[in-house]
């Protein structure tokens, strides 16, 4: 895969506390190989979450690049990294951060939405699932739900962590959660959006990125955290 190596770093300013990730992402900017504005947003709330996630046991799905996951992995997390095993690209993506950040008690596994395999079955004690720009594509809303539904019924007391770009205003997650049973808390995200700050190392260049030419989309993402109500 021909990619480039992408530092993002997340600071708190008043501690001078920080934390980079590092990210093969792909030449061309599609799908699993790309960080998408989803999972920016996704990892600053990580950030600002940070002194709750160590020692919790956190699934990605969709993961592509992986910086959510990568990011909670290096905060103490215990972190499995998922996407579709047909779109191995994505998996090699997820594989690829794992190494380059020396990430330790993580795994990679396929997980296609939809799909009841024994990887899935097998998985337990989960505490959370990430899933950044997860509802991409219409077609996979019911097998992404359907997923969570499933994992959600072994794992009651976990929560699903997504963030959701709103693509058009005919598309809408909430009959589907309704069918599911499950319910939804949509988090104020503002002072995410706005201290999003991220510097990028591509090729040994330190560069400032710009948020608002660079991240467009973050106004119309939401941040939202699904439960079972069973
Ligand atoms: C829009 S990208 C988001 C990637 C990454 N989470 C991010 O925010 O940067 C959608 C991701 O879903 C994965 N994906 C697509 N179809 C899938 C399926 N049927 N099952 C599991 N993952 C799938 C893709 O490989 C890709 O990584």
Redesign the pocket.
């Known amino acids: 895969m021909d990619t480039n190596e992408v530092e993002y770093s997340f600071v708190d300013t008043e501690s001078n506390e920080r934390v980079s990730v590092y990210i093969c992402e792909g030449s061309s900017t599609e ?2 190989l ?6 920016h947003i ?1 990892s600053q709330y990580i950030w600002k979450k940070r002194h709750n996630l160590r020692e919790k046991k956190i699934l ?9 996951g990568a990011l909670a992995s290096k905060l103490g997390a215990k972190v499995i990294f ?6 191995q ?2 998996l090699e ?1 997820s594989r690829c951060t794992s190494e380059i950040n020396s990430l330790v008690d993580v795994e990679v596994i396929p ?4 799909q009841v395999t024994t990887q899935l079955a097998a998985l337990s004690s989960l505490d959370i699932i990430i ?4 509802f ?2 219409t077609k ?1 809303f019911e ?2 739900i359907f997923t969570i539904s499933y994992i959600l019924s072994k794992n009651p007391c976990c929560e699903f962590w997504t ?1 959701y770009q709103q693509r058009s205003a005919n598309r809408s997650i909430e009959a589907l959660l309704r069918k599911w049973k499950l319910s939804a808390e949509f988090v104020h995200i503002d002072d995410i959006r706005n201290k999003v700050s991220i510097s990028l190392r591509s090729d040994n260049n330190s560069v400032a990125l710009d948020k608002d030419s660079t991240l467009t989309g973050l106004d119309s993402v939401q941040l939202i955290i699904i439960r079972s109500s069973h």
């Not at 990605?60 to 959510?68: D, F, K, T």
């Not at 899933?131 to 997860?134: H, K």
């Open positions: 799908y699993g790309y960080v998408w504005p989803c999972a996704m990605e799905v969709g993961a592509g690049c992986g910086l959510p998922s996407d579709a095993e047909h779109l690209q994505a993506s997980i296609t939405w939809g899933g950044s720009d997860a991409y594509d996979d097998d992404i963030t």
